[in-house]
T-cell receptor, first 116, second 115 residues
Framework: DTGVSQDPRHKITKRGQNVTFRCDPI?????LYWYRQTLGQGPEFLTY????????KSRLLSDRFSAERPKGSFSTLEIQRTEQGDSAMYLC??????????????FGPGTRLTVT | GESVGLHLPTLSVQEGDNSIINCAYS??????FIWYKQESGKGPQFIID?????DKRQGQRVTVLLNKTVKHLSLQIAATQPGDSAVYFC??????????????FGTGTRLTIIP
């Protein structure tokens, strides 16, 4: 399978615990994005990377959230001191961008987080 | 702020008929639009995209129309099949020369194909 993969697919945690999700993009893609999706809504942008550089962060990304892409390949999204409001599907996407053009974003299957 | 919305939250279509899903966007600076299909428990699946210098683009059984005058986007699916049942999202992106690559999604339209 050469698509975007995410791990784990499901995570149940207690409020106050820390969680970490992983995303492996399509291998030649230099851009990687994180989105959050709640039930019945469209995905909301959180942050994106070009190679290892984090270029933009949404206001949705509070201080409890941190994302990394240390080697420009896979990425991790960590949520510290989880709250019930963090319960959502966390989606990762990747795309290929050149100097003057960028292409469609391909999404992974998502990690569904439930905070109890 | 900018937003992407959909006119209808649900749409039911008889199998074999054509369906049209509509979307309104508010940011005239958006230069790129995408339609995604999302099945239950899965991530959004790319269907078709269109850049703002075009008004129509066709794929396999799908056509996207862009009307920049009224900031309207539509997705036409021809000869619908049961596998087309899903939630469909349109998404917009600000011009890439803004250095902004994020997609802004609407809330989605649930398409149900009736056998």
């Amino acid at each position: 399978d050469t698509g975007v993969s995410q791990d784990p697919r499901h995570k149940i945690t207690k409020r106050g615990q820390n969680v970490t999700f992983r995303c492996d993009p399509i291998s030649e893609h230099n851009r990687l994005y994180w989105y959050r999706q709640t039930l019945g809504q469209g995905p909301e942008f959180l942050t994106y990377f070009q190679n290892e550089a984090q270029l933009e962060k949404s206001r949705l990304l509070s201080d409890r959230f941190s994302a990394e892409r240390p080697k420009g390949s896979f990425s991790t999204l960590e949520i510290q001191r989880t709250e019930q409001g963090d319960s959502a599907m966390y989606l990762c996407a990747s795309s290929l961008a050149g100097r003057t053009v960028s292409y469609e974003q391909y999404f992974g299957p998502g990690t569904r987080l439930t905070v109890t | 702020g900018e937003s992407v919305g959909l006119h209808l939250p649900t749409l039911s279509v008889q199998e074999g008929d054509n369906s049209i899903i509509n979307c309104a966007y508010s940011n005239s600076a958006s230069d790129y639009f995408i339609w995604y299909k999302q099945e239950s428990g899965k991530g959004p699946q790319f269907i078709i995209d269109i850049r703002s210098n075009m008004d129509k683009r066709q794929g396999q059984r799908v056509t996207v129309l862009l009307n920049k005058t009224v900031k309207h986007l539509s997705l036409q699916i021809a000869a619908t099949q049961p596998g087309d049942s899903a939630v469909y999202f349109c998404a917009e992106r600000l011009g890439s020369n803004f250095g902004n690559e994020k997609l802004t999604f609407g809330t989605g339209t649930r398409l149900t194909i009736i056998p």
